[in-house]
Nanobody
Framework: QMHLVESGGGLVQSGGSLRLSCSAS????????VGWFRQAPGREREGVSC????????RYADSVKGRFTISKDSVENMVYLQMNNLKPEDTAQYYC?????????????????WGQGTQVTVSS
């Protein structure tokens, strides 16, 4: 079975940093586009960052550009999201997801596999 498991969330003060990890089992992330999404209470799930296999490129939501960095460890079959200079508006449940080669950040329906999420809370 294919599983994604996130970890690394927690409570941090504004301006602080966290690194989220996403461990994949049952499939090789090198053959999938991978993304990080987040959902705050009462809001739609939104794309934060993705790493596409179609052009080996990275994409970021405007709200996190310059603060968040996505990376992948092919040996460990893991994806990471380094989050710096966190703001209270970054508070949300964060999910990693895997999709096909054409999956894009702005269309979460293109991602077939999802983890259960990890909570990030940023205090002001």
């Amino acid at each position: 079975q294919m599983h994604l498991v996130e970890s690394g969330g927690g409570l941090v003060q504004s301006g602080g940093s966290l690194r989220l990890s996403c461990s994949a089992s049952g499939f090789n992330l090198d053959y999938y586009s991978v993304g990080w999404f987040r959902q705050a209470p009462g809001r739609e799930r939104e794309g934060v960052s993705c790493l596409t296999i179609s052009n080996n490129g990275t994409r970021y939501a405007d709200s996190v550009k310059g603060r968040f960095t996505i990376s992948k460890d092919s040996v460990e079959n893991m994806v990471y999201l380094q989050m710096n200079n966190l703001k209270p508006e970054d508070t949300a449940q964060y999910y990693c997801a895997a999709g096909g080669a054409l999956a894009i950040l702005t269309d979460k329906a293109m991602y077939n596999y999802w983890g259960q999420g990890t909570q990030v809370t940023v205090s002001s």
